[in-house]
C-alpha cells in the first residue's frame, strides 16, 4: 500500500507565505511526477504546479512567480513553498504522485488534502 500525507496548512493573512508538505510512504519501487492540486468551494481542482522525477517544474499561471515546488527523491518528499497568498489561493490542496509499487506496474495517488486558508 502506498500513502501520500500532507502537512503545511493553515491559516494565513494575505501576503503571508506557508510550506506545504507530502510524504509518500509504503510499497515505492519509484515515483516519477508529483504534484499539488488545489479545490476551492464549488469549483473544480486545479492543477497548481508539478515537479518531474529530475527536477523538471510545471506551474499554474496563478502561482508563477509566488510558489515554488521542490522535491526531495532520497525522502520520497515534495513541497509547495507559497509565498504572497491571496484570499483566492484558499483551498483545499492536495498532493498527487506517480507511483511503481514494482516494475512498470504504475498508478496515480491522491493525499487526503489539507486546508489552506488565506484572510483578506
Known amino acids: 500500500q502506498v500513502q501520500l500525507v500532507e502537512s503545511g496548512g493553515g491559516l494565513v493573512q494575505a501576503g503571508g507565505s506557508l510550506r506545504l508538505s507530502c510524504a509518500a510512504s509504503?510499497?515505492?519501487?519509484?515515483?516519477?511526477?508529483m504534484g499539488w492540486y488545489r479545490q476551492a468551494p464549488g469549483k473544480l481542482r486545479e492543477l497548481v504546479a508539478s515537479i518531474a522525477s529530475g527536477g523538471s517544474t510545471n506551474y499554474a499561471d496563478s502561482g508563477k512567480g509566488r510558489f515554488t515546488i521542490s522535491r526531495d527523491n532520497a525522502k520520497n518528499t515534495v513541497y509547495l513553498q507559497m509565498n504572497s497568498l491571496k484570499p483566492e489561493d484558499t483551498a483545499v490542496y492536495y498532493c498527487?504522485?506517480?507511483?511503481?509499487?514494482?516494475?512498470?506496474?504504475?498508478?496515480?495517488?491522491w493525499g487526503q488534502g489539507t486546508q489552506v486558508t488565506v484572510s483578506s
Open positions: 498527487n504522485a506517480d507511483i511503481a509499487t514494482a516494475r512498470a506496474i504504475w498508478s496515480n495517488f
Open positions: 509504503g510499497s515505492i519501487f519509484s515515483i516519477n511526477v
